[in-house]
C-alpha cells in the first residue's frame, strides 16, 4: 500500500514537472545586482549647512538610497495610493475610524512576502494627539488558510516599531513591510489577518488643506488611536473576511502602542465600545514606556522633530544646539528614516544641549505620551530582553511592577529572555507569544489574576547564539531572478 502511494505522487510530480517544462520554460538567469536602486545625492548647501564631513555625507547617501530601494512602487512620494481624496459634500463630518479609500488588490509582486500571502492597503481617519481629526493608511494581511478555517480570519493589529518619523517611512510602502519575519510574516502564517497602521504622518504626510501632518512619534495614546481607529475602518471595508476577534502586538515604540490600546480600552469604554467585544489580549515586546529614560542622544531630535505639533511653544532649540538643529532640519528635508537621525546624532557630535533638561517639556511629554503605570484591559503579556540596549530591563521592570502595584486586580505577565536583546526578543520568544496568541484567540484562561513574571533561558548555552541579524527580505520579483527564489516555485 505504501509502494503504491509512492509511485502515485512520483506519477503526479512528473506530470506537474512536466506540464511546467513544456509550458513555462525558464528564462535565462540574468545578473542580479544587490546595489541601491537610487541616485540620493545631497546638495552642496545641505552638506554645509549641516556642517557634514565627507565620511558622513557618504553614510548618509547611502543610507537613504538603501532604505529607498526598499520602496514599493516607488513610496509614498510616487504611489497614488498615498493621494487623499478630495472632501466633498456627501463625506458629512470627519469623524476618527471613517474609511476613505481602499486598495483591495495590492499588487504582492513588488513586494518580498511569502508566497499565497496577500495585500491589501486602506486609508482612513484617525486623530492626533490634540484631536483632529487626520487621514492616515495601513495594510491588511491575508493569509492562504485562516486559522481553524474560520470563514473569517481572527485578526492581529500589528503595531510596528521606529521605521521613521516622515512620509516615507510607511511600513506599507516596505517591500517587506518593515517588520518581515519578525512578525507579520509569522502572524499571517499562522493563519491570522494582520492588519498594520502605518502611524500617523507616515505614507500619508499632508491633511486636505495642505498642512503637514507630523508623525508624532512616542505619544503612546496617538498611535493607539491610529491602531484602534484602523481597525474600526478595516473592519468595514472587509466585513465578510475579517472576524471581529483581535489581539493587538507590538515592538518597542509598537510595544508601547500595544500597551496604549490596552489603556484605551479600559480608559475610554464609550469611544471604542464597538471593538471592546472583540478584543482578547495584548502583547506588548521591548515597549518604551519611559521614553526619556534611555539614549537622550537620539531620543532628544526624534521627538524634537514633531513636539511643536503637541506643545506650540517648542523650538528645537530648547533641546539641540545650533548644529544639531540644523542636522534634525536635513533629516526633514531629505526625509531620512531612523538610520539617518542615528548617524546625525549620535556620532559624537555636539547636537544635545547640555542644559535641555532645565525646561518642562520632556516631563510634561512623559506625564502624557508614556504608555503603562495607568489601568488597562487585560490581559497583558510584555516580552523584555535583560540585555536590550534600547529600550533598558530596568527600565520595563519598573514601569511592570509599579503598574501591577496600582493596578492589582488586572492580568498582566512579564517574560524575560535571558541574554537577550532589543528586536532578537521576537525570535527568541517566538514559540511562546505564538501560543499565547492561540490560547487568547481559543479563550482559554490564564493561569491567575495580578502580575507573573517567567524567565526564559536559552536551550544551549547563550554565547553559541546567533545575537542579532544579519540579513534581510530582497526583493527578486522579476523572471529572469527567479533562480534566486527556485524553492518559492
Not at 517588520?179 to 499571517?188: E, I, N, R, S
Not at 488597562?376 to 527600565?395: A, E, I, M, R
Request: glycine share 8%; charged share 15%; proline share 8%.
Amino acid at each position: 500500500m505504501l509502494t503504491s502511494k509512492k509511485t502515485a505522487l512520483s506519477v503526479v510530480l512528473m506530470v506537474s514537472f512536466s506540464h511546467l517544462a513544456t509550458s513555462q520554460a525558464p528564462l535565462p538567469a540574468a545578473v542580479y545586482r544587490a546595489d541601491f536602486n537610487s541616485s540620493f545625492k545631497l546638495t552642496p548647501s545641505q552638506i554645509q549647512t549641516a556642517q557634514l564631513d565627507n565620511v558622513l555625507v557618504e553614510t548618509i547617501e547611502n543610507i537613504v538610497n538603501a532604505d529607498r530601494s526598499q520602496f514599493a512602487f516607488g513610496g509614498p512620494r510616487q504611489d497614488d495610493f498615498y493621494t487623499i481624496p478630495p472632501l466633498t459634500n456627501t463625506t458629512g463630518p470627519l469623524k476618527p475610524g471613517q474609511l476613505l479609500k481602499v486598495q483591495p488588490f495590492t499588487d504582492p509582486r513588488a513586494y518580498a512576502i511569502p508566497p499565497n500571502t496577500a495585500l491589501s492597503r486602506i486609508m482612513y481617519t484617525t486623530t492626533n494627539f490634540n484631536g483632529t481629526v487626520i487621514p492616515t493608511s495601513g495594510f491588511i494581511f491575508w493569509p492562504f488558510i485562516p486559522r481553524n478555517s474560520r470563514k473569517k480570519a481572527p485578526v492581529v493589529v500589528w503595531a510596528h516599531g521606529t521605521s521613521g518619523f516622515f512620509g516615507q517611512q510607511a511600513p506599507s510602502a516596505h517591500r517587506s513591510l518593515w517588520y518581515d519575519h519578525k512578525a507579520p510574516f509569522t502572524l499571517v502564517l499562522a493563519g491570522y489577518a494582520v492588519f498594520a497602521p502605518d502611524y500617523a504622518g507616515l505614507g500619508v504626510s499632508a491633511s486636505w488643506d495642505g498642512s503637514p501632518i507630523p508623525h508624532q512619534y512616542h505619544a503612546s495614546p496617538a498611535t493607539a488611536h491610529d491602531a484602534l481607529y484602523g481597525l474600526r475602518a478595516a473592519l468595514k471595508a472587509f466585513p465578510d473576511t475579517l472576524g471581529v476577534d483581535f489581539i493587538v502586538m507590538g515592538h518597542s515604540q509598537g510595544g508601547a502602542a500595544a500597551w496604549a490600546v490596552a489603556e484605551a480600552l479600559a480608559l475610554e469604554p464609550q469611544e471604542f465600545a464597538d471593538l471592546s467585544p472583540g478584543y482578547n489580549g495584548a502583547i506588548a515586546a521591548s515597549p518604551t514606556t519611559r521614553v526619556f529614560e534611555g539614549l537622550t542622544s537620539y531620543i532628544l531630535p526624534s521627538v524634537g522633530q514633531m513636539l511643536h505639533s503637541i506643545f506650540p511653544s517648542f523650538q528645537p532649540t530648547d533641546w539641540l544646539t545650533d548644529l544639531g538643529a540644523a542636522q534634525l532640519q536635513l533629516a526633514r528635508e531629505i526625509e531620512g528614516g531612523i538610520g539617518v537621525l542615528t548617524q546625525l546624532m549620535m556620532t559624537g557630535n555636539n547636537t544635545v544641549r547640555q542644559d535641555y533638561n532645565k525646561t518642562w517639556y520632556a516631563d510634561a511629554f512623559a506625564r502624557l505620551g508614556d504608555a503603562g503605570r495607568k489601568d488597562f484591559k487585560g490581559p497583558l503579556l510584555v516580552l523584555q530582553g535583560d540585555q536590550d540596549p534600547l529600550v533598558w530591563y530596568n527600565v520595563t521592570m519598573k514601569t511592570v511592577e509599579e503598574t501591577c502595584k496600582r493596578f492589582p486586580h488586572r492580568d498582566l505577565e512579564v517574560v524575560v529572555a535571558k541574554g537577550v536583546g532589543h528586536t532578537p526578543v521576537l525570535d527568541a520568544t517566538r514559540p511562546l507569544w505564538l501560543r499565547w496568541i492561540e490560547d487568547r484567540f481559543d479563550g482559554k484562561p490564564l493561569a491567575g489574576k495580578g502580575g507573573m513574571r517567567t524567565e526564559l533561558m536559552s536551550f544551549l548555552p547563550v554565547e553559541r547564539y546567533m545575537r542579532t541579524g544579519n540579513s534581510v527580505p530582497l526583493w527578486a520579483g522579476l523572471p529572469e531572478f527567479g533562480y534566486l527564489a527556485t524553492l518559492s516555485v
